[in-house]
């Protein structure tokens, strides 16, 4: 860099960040369209991981509503309480783990930017943050109770009987809903994990005592990727908590 030029602004950082998130939402599509059309990945993985993306997205942004209720405008001020997924969508969380886990039979989970959210701009910092972390997972499950009804309203009782023995709707209308009310339901539960950087992980940072939490924080850095070597760890159990999931939804909406 010369003496006599400028570092980029940030309106400028974004744009490049915003170019940068569609070549890789190109290339990914490209990539999940030869996937389908190869016969390498079933239909239904496809349904499942686009109507995972939006789902994680609005999860997302209830953090940075709800914080705002609470008195902390970061995530307004940074642009980031919209539904544009450019403002969302981080590369590697939202588009390539999914992907991978979901070509790779262990389900797919994911995460987007984090909307930021400074704690010491709510009014009661340490009882708040529990609740702007645990109205994502509530979010989620609100969205499977909508998507319940609308599929309960869109698909004759007989097909939902059918649903309720494992088997999938013939409308792909009525197969979208279905797989959105799942897909929310799973990414609920799976933030509820208590652990970093999940928003579980708000309940047990509430139990820390005070003087103990900037041990805490140092630690929370090591601990990012814990819940997914869980889950890598303990796949056959959590295999069998999604499969209760799935059949407990499924009876649900017969």
């Known amino acids: 860099m010369t003496s006599g030029s400028k570092p980029p602004s940030l309106g400028q950082r974004l744009r490049q960040a915003d170019r940068r998130t569609v070549i ?4 990914g599509a490209g990539l999940l369209v030869y996937l389908v059309a190869a ?13 995972l993306i939006p789902s994680i997205i609005i999860h997302e942004i209830s953090h940075g509503v709800v914080a705002l209720a609470f008195g902390d405008a970061t995530a307004k001020r940074m642009g980031r309480l919209t539904l544009n997924p450019l403002k969302h969508i981080d590369p590697v969380g939202t588009l390539l783990v999914p992907a991978v886990l979901s070509l790779s039979g262990f389900g797919a989970y994911g995460w987007a930017k984090p909307v930021p959210v400074n704690p010491n701009q709510l009014r009661h910092p ?3 943050i529990v609740i702007v972390s645990l109205v994502g997972p509530a979010t989620n499950f609100a969205l499977a109770g909508i998507m319940g009804l609308i599929f309960v309203a869109i698909t004759p009782a007989p097909i939902r009987v059918e649903v309720g023995y494992g088997y999938l709707p013939p409308s792909l209308i009525a197969q979208i809903v279905f797989v959105a009310g799942l897909a929310n339901i799973i ?3 799976f933030n509820l994990i ?21 041990e805490y924080y140092r630690l929370q850095p090591a601990l990012m990727f814990l819940p997914f070597i869980l889950i890598l760890v303990f796949h056959s159990e959590w295999s069998s908590l999604i499969g209760h999931v799935i059949n407990w939804w499924s009876g649900l909406l017969a």
């Open 194 to 214: 208590p652990c970093p950087p999940l928003d579980g992980a708000a309940v047990l940072e509430r139990f820390i005592p005070a003087r103990l939490l900037p």
């Open 187 to 189: 990414l609920g539960v």
């Open 24 to 27: 890789i939402s190109a290339v």
């Open 39 to 51: 016969h390498r990945i079933a239909e239904i993985d496809v349904i499942y991981f686009c109507v």
């Open 126 to 128: 340490r009882d708040e």
